[in-house]
């Protein structure tokens, strides 16, 4: 399947004009010397200049995220020893009204009454500062509040999972997250809603990063299934693989305008799996008819555990014409719950071909990771944590 989305723009076309020059190295993509990478608020991280596979290790890991804030913690057992806050997505803000510059990360934890927080840094390596620290009056640190917050115990209530992406066409920012729907019930028993509907993904938008002001997509006839009138843009499915919930998605958008949704099925029995959908606009999405595409039995020899969408990086374009990408993911036994990274290579996100030489040693955490460029350094935020990569390129 190719992905269906938008057709190449003008906006796009600019991006792409210095990766479709150049020569034809041995392996097949096209060399790219004197070129712009790809905008990295795009999320679709641009590798497409590397020499070699992108390196299972990396050079150096420092923690970015520490409980400091009530919210932050479970309101069902504040004094759980385990903290889940993580969940990191990571963008520039160079975009719309108020660009600084500057370097947000949002995160949040899957823990009740979770919202979506943001820290803000000078330089890639942080340090990350949260905004309360940076805005003394402020409360929290939190740019989306769940309507139950402070919540209590029994209540499941949480916003989680942020994935923020640059829409150039509305001249909006995204930031995807799921949300606990307590009115899942009513939800499965409506004909017209696909699935269970326990977690699903909402979306809402900023015009200007700066501003820390969000507003989520709601529709007001939903107000009897889905809880406080929330939009869900990637809802459960009829189809097993994601029929309980549909959340953790790492959302991006290919060279040539494409929306791609990197997905993590979870089913009402059995682990998550993981698919694709595509989209014109990021806000209606079509599914793969081929979803799930990677699991344990899908021929790669992967665990038999719980897969997680990691990220999408461009490698560039073969002779036929067709563009290659890089798939991160992660596999962890059902026991003993240890997400490892792994590779695999794909041009239609039908079939995958898995990196022959394992799984990649560096530690993931739950969720997505947020991967960035600068130079011939990768920065993937995992968890808590950012881990440096020196990429193997003809940059020093």
Request: hydrophobic letters at 30%.
């Amino acid at each position: 399947m190719k992905p269906r989305g938008l057709q190449p723009r003008s906006f796009f076309c600019a991006l792409l004009l210095c990766t479709s020059i150049g020569s034809l190295e041995p392996g097949g993509l096209c060399a790219q010397s004197r070129r712009k990478h790809l905008d990295g608020n795009l999320r679709c991280v641009d590798l497409s200049d590397l020499r070699r596979a992108l390196p299972l290790t990396i050079v150096s890991t420092k923690r970015i995220l520490e409980q400091s804030e009530a919210w932050e913690k479970s309101t069902w057992d504040p004094g759980q020893q385990h903290s889940s806050l993580g969940y990191p997505s990571l963008v520039r803000n160079d975009h719309g009204p108020g660009a600084d510059g500057k370097y947000y990360l949002y995160f949040a934890h899957h823990d009740p009454t979770s919202g979506i927080g943001c820290a803000v840094a000078e330089r890639i390596d942080g340090p990350y500062r949260k905004i309360k620290a940076l805005e003394p009056n402020r409360k929290h640190s939190m740019v989306l509040v769940n309507p139950h917050f402070p919540g209590k115990k029994g209540d499941p209530s949480h916003f989680s999972s942020p994935c923020v992406t640059w829409c150039e066409e509305e001249k909006l920012w995204f930031l995807y997250f799921h949300y606990y729907n307590h009115f899942h019930g009513a939800w499965k028993g409506d004909p017209d809603a696909p699935g269970q509907g326990n977690q699903m993904t909402a979306l809402a938008v900023s015009e200007e990063l700066s501003s820390h002001s969000w507003r989520i997509v709601r529709k007001e006839a939903l107000g009897k299934i889905s809880v406080h009138d929330i939009l869900p843009v990637l809802p459960t499915t009829k189809a097993p693989w994601m029929e309980s919930a549909s959340s953790y998605h790492s959302i991006q958008r290919l060279p040539g305008g494409d929306w791609l949704a990197f997905l993590r099925g979870t089913p009402v029995k059995g682990l998550p799996t993981i698919g694709f959908a595509t989209s014109k606009n990021g806000r209606e999405w079509t599914w793969s008819k081929n979803n799930p595409v990677l699991h344990p039995d899908d021929g790669g020899k992967g665990h038999r555990g719980i897969y997680r969408p990691g990220f999408v990086a461009y490698l560039g374009k073969l002779r036929s014409g067709k563009r290659k990408y890089l798939l991160v993911w992660t596999e962890s036994p059902a026991a003993g719950d240890v997400p490892q990274p792994r590779y695999g290579y794909t041009t239609d996100f039908i079939k995958v071909v898995r990196d022959p030489r394992g799984h990649a040693r560096w530690p993931a955490g739950d969720g997505l990771l947020s991967p960035w460029r600068e130079g011939n350094r990768l920065y993937i935020f995992a968890g808590k944590n950012l881990h440096t990569m020196k990429l193997p390129t003809s940059s020093r």
